[in-house]
């Protein structure tokens, strides 16, 4: 089945409503108590606009979907792609608590050779490795999806587990797509990736 890629407007919404998604299940309670004249959503598009704002420039460069070998058949396995060829940008901001967050949008070749578009929102704890300039990121994204194989294209929301290691400028990253049922092939894929901030 052939598609066509969004429009320039599509990643603009993809990443707004991503956004939304991810910071909905973070900032509930804290939006619940201040005035009525501050609407959650004027809350959630003024966080938006400061990591827009006060975030770094990032690039975000991908290259390998490890599926996991108990979960695909050999015969699976042959067909697939690993080689997540791909390309995006961001913002990513180090807030007052030392933890980063990020706006981002994202193509890249999926496990049929067909393109996946991301946009979405990450936020990870981190944690620096004794006297190094290295650090450790544990957290998680919300974004919306758009693959061929799934609702024909339509973007789909989906929150995946996050880490990374590294330096704040250059990461190693790690998103991981969990095994969703006993059945064989689906699920169990592993996601890496870097972020370099500019």
């Known amino acids: 089945m052939s598609q066509s890629l969004p429009s320039f407007s599509a990643p603009r919404a993809l990443l707004a409503g991503a956004f939304?998604?991810?910071?909905?299940?973070?900032?509930?309670?804290?939006?619940?108590?201040?005035?009525d004249e501050f609407s959650w959503w004027q809350s959630i598009k003024n966080h938006a606009s400061e990591i827009a704002d006060k975030g770094d420039d990032a690039i975000y460069v991908s290259g390998l979907a490890h599926h996991g070998r108990s979960t695909y058949t050999k015969e699976k396995l042959d067909q697939l792609n690993e080689h997540a060829w791909g390309l995006g940008y961001g913002k990513t901001m180090r807030n007052e608590r030392g933890n980063d967050e990020s706006l981002y949008g994202f193509v890249l070749k999926d496990s049929h050779r067909h393109p996946q578009i991301m946009a979405g929102y990450a936020?990870?704890?981190?944690?620096?490795?004794?006297?190094?300039?290295?650090?450790?990121?544990?957290?998680?994204?919300?974004?919306?999806?758009?693959?061929?194989?799934?609702?024909?294209?339509?973007?789909?929301?989906?929150?995946?587990?996050?880490?990374?290691?590294?330096?704040?400028?250059?990461?190693?990253?790690?998103?991981y797509v969990p095994r969703l049922s006993s059945n064989k092939n689906n699920g169990d894929v592993l996601l890496v990736f870097g972020r370099i901030e500019m």
């Open 123 to 175: 936020y990870e704890w981190v944690y620096p490795i004794g006297r190094t300039p290295l650090e450790l990121g544990i957290g998680g994204t919300a974004m919306l999806m758009s693959r061929q194989d799934y609702f024909g294209g339509v973007p789909f929301p989906v929150p995946l587990p996050l880490a990374s290691i590294g330096t704040k400028k250059a990461k190693v990253m790690f998103a």
């Open 20 to 35: 939304a998604l991810g910071c909905a299940a973070t900032s509930l309670p804290a939006m619940a108590q201040q005035s």
